[in-house]
């Protein structure tokens, strides 16, 4: 069983479109998070969520809009696409947010915008 | 704020052999979690080894090792007997804790070849 799955792996679409990607999670995280991986190999931090709550929100266009229905569930959705929006987005989960806690992360989802 | 520096971008060596990524990062806080994160042509990231901050002793798994030298402020990957499945991106990465959440801080990466 996948521990964190993310659909869909690839995704291409063109400047303008609204697009969601999802992620779930079956490890019973409690705290769940978005990384973006640019073109450089570059990680870093979008948003992470505690029990269904944001408590991490890095300097993120307000396009980019995470949802979490429930705590096994984070869902990204970005509106309005933008070239600079492509890149490979993870997923992760963590048991809470302490900082002994590892970070499980799925296997990412490449944004193409064309 | 805390930054993480691979200054490697890229390295090779044959299989069998070691070879030792370096890692230095910068911070203020007294205790903290430093990870080794690899990264297969796959995609998927997968942790490798971590190390806590107020235990002196290096961390090891199996042909991974870290040397952990706090004062320095270093954090080197050290893998023996590489394979050819070792050939991957490596990441190493700062567990930063902020009043709500907590936060991997990466640094570049170091791109490894393993050659036959």
């Known amino acids: 069983d996948t521990a964190v799955s993310q659909t869909p792996k690839y995704l291409v679409t063109q400047m303008g479109n609204d697009k969601s990607i999802k992620c779930e999670q079956n490890l019973g995280h409690d705290t769940m998070y978005w990384y973006k991986q640019d073109s450089k190999k570059f990680l870093k931090i979008m948003f992470s969520?505690?029990?269904?709550?944001?408590?991490i929100n890095e300097t993120v266009p307000n396009r980019f809009s995470p949802k979490s229905p429930d705590k096994a569930h984070l869902n990204l959705h970005i509106n309005s696409l933008e070239l600079g929006d492509s890149a490979v987005y993870f997923c992760a989960s963590s048991q809470d947010w302490a900082e002994n806690t590892e970070a499980f992360f799925g296997q990412g989802t490449r944004l193409t915008v064309v | 704020a805390q930054t993480v520096t691979q200054s490697q971008p890229e390295m090779s060596v044959q299989e069998a052999e070691t070879v030792t990524l370096s890692c230095t990062y910068d911070?203020?806080?007294?205790?903290?979690?430093l990870f080794w994160y690899k990264q297969p042509p796959s995609r998927q990231m997968i942790l490798v080894i971590r190390q806590e901050a107020y235990k002196q002793q290096n961390a090891t798994e199996n042909r991974f090792s870290v040397n952990f030298q706090k004062a320095a402020k270093s954090f080197s990957l050290k893998i023996s007997d590489s394979q050819l499945g070792d050939t991957a991106m490596y990441f190493c990465a700062f567990m930063k804790l902020m009043e709500y959440g907590n936060k991997l801080v990466f640094g570049a990466g170091t791109i490894l070849r393993v050659k036959s």
């Open positions: 911070t203020s806080e007294s205790n903290y979690y």
């Open positions: 969520y505690n029990n269904k709550e944001l408590i």
